[in-house]
């Protein structure tokens, strides 16, 4: 005889299975984000334009190495200017398709006029003045899909570094649109944000981070990064309010 009771659900089919993410999923933020708290041991995972990316394990030469030099430039800037924050691969709610996890951001503080804020789970909301990617070439999602969601969402400064192929390329968010940043004759990117934020792209790409610093460190004892400090400071205080007649 045939059994025909009901048989019993396999796990998958039970109300408190929760799918693991993969890449090439479709979500939309919430479940992206019910999917991601239940693999405690995922590293690194993002939702762009609705599509699911589950990161491989990250080799030393092609990411980890070009990784540090990158936060060691930006966290240099962050040490001298008080009220800029900087983050290492935080997870960014951007909108309900796109929760990237870029290798770096640097943020102005709430509190100096910010545009983004910590989430009361510790996680940011808005868009970042500054992303940084490290890729591995011009045919990464970094460079399309991604792009687009930042251009959208209204990332005002956007850099990826193109390992293999030796490129760093800075984007301006201008009128809506990004224009790629070129290097003034001395080959320094200087931020449109971040002023005395300025980048020589050859030592970068070279690993020379002396120079690097170097060039950063005359970004900073400039004119208008002591400026910037300053209004930073005044914004914090309410100082900024100021010299109005009262």
Known sequence: MVNTSPQQPTSSATPDYIPPLES????????????YSAMPNLK???????????????????HAEPHGNLMGWLWSYKVATPGVRLGDNP??????????????????????????????DGYVEGAPELVAEVAASSATKDLYDKKRAYRRNGIQEYIVWQVFESTVSWFSLQDGEYVELTPNPD???QSQVFPGLWLDVSALVTGNMQQVLGVLQTGLNSGEHHKFVEELHKFATGDRFSGNGE
Not at 24 to 35: A, H, S, T
């Open 24 to 35: 090439g999923d479709r979500l939309v933020r919430p479940e992206f984000e019910r999917r």
């Open 44 to 62: 690194k995972a993002e939702l762009i334009e609705g599509i699911v990316y589950v990161a491989s394990p990250l080799r030393f030469e092609p």
């Open 91 to 120: 997870t960014v709610r951007l909108d309900l398709d796109n929760e990237p996890q870029p290798d770096a951001i640097l943020i102005i503080d709430t509190a100096c006029g910010g545009r983004s804020y910590i989430g009361v």
């Open 187 to 189: 080959g320094i990117i």
